[in-house]
Structures are given as C-alpha cells and as structure tokens.
C-alpha cells in the first residue's frame, strides 16, 4: 500500500477512537471541551502510530494495541498544555492554533491537562481489567515510567531550569532522552509487548533511540532554518528564548550531519522490525520532515 | 489501644513508607525536593488512613494495602498544590507553610504536581505488577475514576468555573462530592477491595458519602469561624474569594444540624464496618476537628 494512504489511515483510526474514548464521559463540559480542543488540534499521532506499526509488524493484534496508544497520546499532549503554560513556555501558538490557555485560560488548561493525564492511566487500567494478561500491565508501567519524574516530567524539569545556562552535550542528551526520547521509546516497547515479543525490546529500544535523537537534531534545525507556515509556530523561539539545542551546541552543518547519521541507524534497525517497510518509510518521513 | 496513638502509629507508618517510594528515583533533584515539601508539610493522611483503617478492619493485609493508601496521599497532595497556583486559588499558605509555587515557582510546583500524579500510577501499577491478582486492578481503576473528570477534577472544574455566581444545592453538592467525595469514598472502597470483601462495597460507599459531605460543611464552618493559627491559613478565604459554600447557601446554625446529621449517620455506619472502634473514632475526630 501507499505509504500516505497507510498514514493517514492510521490518523484517522486513532482519531476515531479518541474521539469514542472522549465521549460518553460524565464530566463538566468544559472540561472534555478543552482536553478535546488540544488532543484534536492537529497532531501527527507520531507517538500512538509508532506503537501501532511496531505491534502490527510483529504480527500482535490492532484490537489489543489501540486504546494503549490512544493513552499515550493523552499523556503527550497533556505535556504539550502545560509546557505551553505562561508560567513555563509561555506559547501562544502550536500547529498554527492557540494554545489551550489562550483559549480557555490558565486554570482550564492546567485542569485539562491534569484530566489528559489521569485519563490516560483510567484508560489503561480499563484493558488491564478487561483483558487480565500480564502484557497490559508491563505495557502500562512502561509508559508511566516513561512520562513519569524519571522520564518526560524530568527532561522538562532540567528543560525550564537550564534556559539561559551553557549546558554540556550529557546534559543536552540526558534532557532530549528524558524529554521526547522516553515517551518515544515506551510507544515502541509497547507495540512489541502487546505483540507478545519481549525479544525484539533490545531493537525496538535502540530503533526509537536512535529516532528520538534523530527527531530533536532535526527539531532543533527546524526551528533556525523551518519555514513558519509549514511549522505553524514561530521559528528562532529557542534562541530567543535562550534554549540550548543541537545547533547552539555543534553549529547547523555538524547537527545536520548527526541528524543523517542517527537517521540511517533508525532506518537500519525500523527494517529489523518490520518487513513490510512501513516502519522505515514512516521513520524517513518523520526525519525528512519539514514541519 | 489509645485512638490518639493509634492514629499517629499509622500516621508515622504512611509517612514512611512514603519516605520510602521518594527514595532512590533517578530524577532531577529539585522535582524530587519540591515534591516531598508538599508530600510531608504536615498534611493528616486521613485518606490513606481510612483506606489502612477500613482494610485491617475487614481483616485485610496492612502490606497489601499501605503502597495503594500512599498513591491516594500522592494524588491529593497532587491537587492541592494545583489548586494552590495563582491561576488557581492563588493560595500563599497551606498548613501554616508557604505553598509549593511561592518557594519553588510556578513551573516546578505545577511539575511537581504531574509528578505527584504520575509517580502515584507508577506505584499502583507497580503493585499490579508486583502482586498478579484482580483487586489490584480493581483497586487502582476506582483511584483513578475518583481523581479524574469524573471525579476530582471535574468537581474543582465545577469550583473555578463558579467563583462569584450564586449556586444551587444541587451544583453545590455536586461540586463537593467530586472534588472531595469521590476520592474519600475510592479510599474506603479500596480498604474493602484489597481485604477482598467486595461485599462491603455498598456500606463503604455509604459511610465515605455522609463523612465526606459532613467534612466538607465542617469545613466551610470552620472557614467563617475557625482559628487562623490553629487552621494554619487565614480563614474568611471563601467569601473573600466569593466561593459557594455550605454556610452561604444554609447560614451557620443550619450548617452546624447538617454536620451533626450527616456525621451521626456516618458513626452508625462506621460501627458497621469496624467492631474495634477505630474508624468510628477516627470519623468523630475528623468531624470535631479545629483544623
């Protein structure tokens, strides 16, 4: 099949189901309004995919794999509502739309993302109960160890107190690992524990590392070189905000290199995974990107 | 044994064990400080004591139980100090002590919240893990529905979006039973899933509503007439902030036969579930409370 025909499915069935995982919630309206407005403002669904296709390639069941990567997708967009937060990024757009506190105000968006969150782990705990397999279990620490302090909470910690600092290349690398790397990886790992192949762990952790920095080098040029329209947020945000990134650190051909030479890794090992070549088209796509 | 003592045994238990899970996580530091400052400023644990109390009443394990009565304790420290931010209640003082943004700022008190949130998923699906059996599961899906949009979230939702408008009963008990209730009433049901006694369900249930709703109006009482220091924050802080309350809706005298009420019928109801005394001792010091 068409590799965006095959994407765009995958949006579309994510979509579907998170709009299905929304509804019926006996909750304030505004509430579900606001969690709604950023889990459908346009996102990639990179994260929920990347579970799919790992699980999928290793011949593991849609049905058992897709409520998991909804959640995932709850908790990666929850980061992104208060990362926005005046009171840490202070964004007034991402994906060429306001941010959720523009929209509804800071208290809404703070409470929006608590309820992405929560709701996110009430999801997994609902196929833990319906299904009683160990599987489920291991899927759901991995993810919550991954966005949790040790994880995504964490790279954001050493994110928000180091603006303005020279940091070292560990210290760049521990953030990005933490930051996007982790939830990364945990999509990954999923697809192959829903799949029931605990063995392929070693190559899908080290497919989504070598993605997740890939994926930041790239983000980090983005945003020196990006076009604004096709990125729908304003470029030069982290020099303006005094972020350190793979450019500020090696300078825009030395980052340009490492981006190539970590996509080739992630190409090598997407092929390891999956045969049918969706894996390594979607993993060029993400790295070939221009938004 | 001596109530008093035997309520500062499982205080000092719960802190712990605490003390315990905060322990050796690879994590930022400062999240890690800033979480434990909330976690241990003095909060009573009530919810993780009755979750303790109503298990080893039902002649359930006091180990199986203390790593699921700690992750409640985490959620609600989690909301408080959301609730506390500017964008909030914008609260300076919790339990005489400055709240987590005015010594950490805004960005890591609201990380430390996520962080609270997350690492008490992280724990309950580690003793999911850990422990292989259904009330487990049953267990943690009740925390979670009771913390989430349903639940607490939704009912701070109902508290924010009203500051300053005139509300019913209806909404006014709504607003309370989530934001407050629900997470008292998961704490009981969850002592009488872990000690496998699903049969208590509805007694438990029963129990937490009339303690919670009589805590509440203690609570609004105590906001109009209490003593600032021994509260440990100024008191007159819901008409200030123009909050529905019990006492606005049903003046002082009517709130005090309320509390009375709903607290004898909680008694009665503790009886029920505990023959040693202590859960009928700990509803009365909760309901008596000058702070």
Do not use: W
């Not at 095959?6 to 949006?11: C, G, I, S």
């Not at 991954?146 to 790279?155: C, E």
């Not at 524990?193 to 890939?214: D, Q």
């Not at 096709?230 to 990134?245: E, I, M, W, Y």
């Amino acid at each position: 099949m068409d590799f965006k025909k095959a994407l765009k499915d995958k949006q579309q069935l994510i979509n579907k189901r998170l709009e299905e995982l929304l509804s019926y919630v006996d909750a304030p309206q505004i509430i579900i309004e606001a969690m709604k407005y950023s889990l459908f403002a346009g996102g990639k669904r990179i994260r929920p995919i990347l579970c799919i296709a790992v699980c999928e390639a290793l011949e593991g069941n849609l049905e058992d794999v897709l409520d998991i990567a909804c959640s995932i997708e709850m908790i990666h967009t929850y980061s992104l509502i208060h990362d926005d937060l005046p009171a840490m990024d202070n964004d007034d757009y991402r994906r060429g739309k306001l941010t959720n506190h523009k929209v509804y105000g800071d208290a809404i968006a703070i409470l929006a993302g608590d309820g992405l969150l929560n709701y996110a782990f009430e999801t997994l705990l609902k196929v833990i109960k319906r299904k009683n397999d160990k599987r489920f279990v291991d899927a759901a620490f991995e993810i919550a160890k991954a966005s949790g302090i040790t994880g995504m909470i964490g790279g954001q910690v050493i994110d928000i107190t180091n603006v303005g600092n020279i940091i070292d290349e560990n210290l760049l690398v521990s953030m990005h690992e933490r930051k996007t790397g982790k939830l990364i990886e945990a999509s990954c790992n999923v697809g192959a524990i829903i799949a029931n192949r605990y063995e392929y762990l070693e190559i899908t952790r080290e497919y989504s590392k070598n993605l997740g920095v890939a994926f930041q080098i790239v983000d980090d040029i983005l945003d020196v070189i990006g076009d604004e329209k096709k990125l729908g947020k304003s470029v030069g945000k982290d020099a303006k905000n005094n972020k350190p990134t793979y450019v500020t650190l090696y300078g825009l051909e030395k980052s340009r290199e490492l981006a190539k030479e970590f996509s080739l890794k992630a190409v090598e090992l997407a092929n390891k995974i999956d045969n049918t070549g969706f894996l390594k088209d979607l993993t060029k796509y993400l790295l070939n990107r221009e938004s």
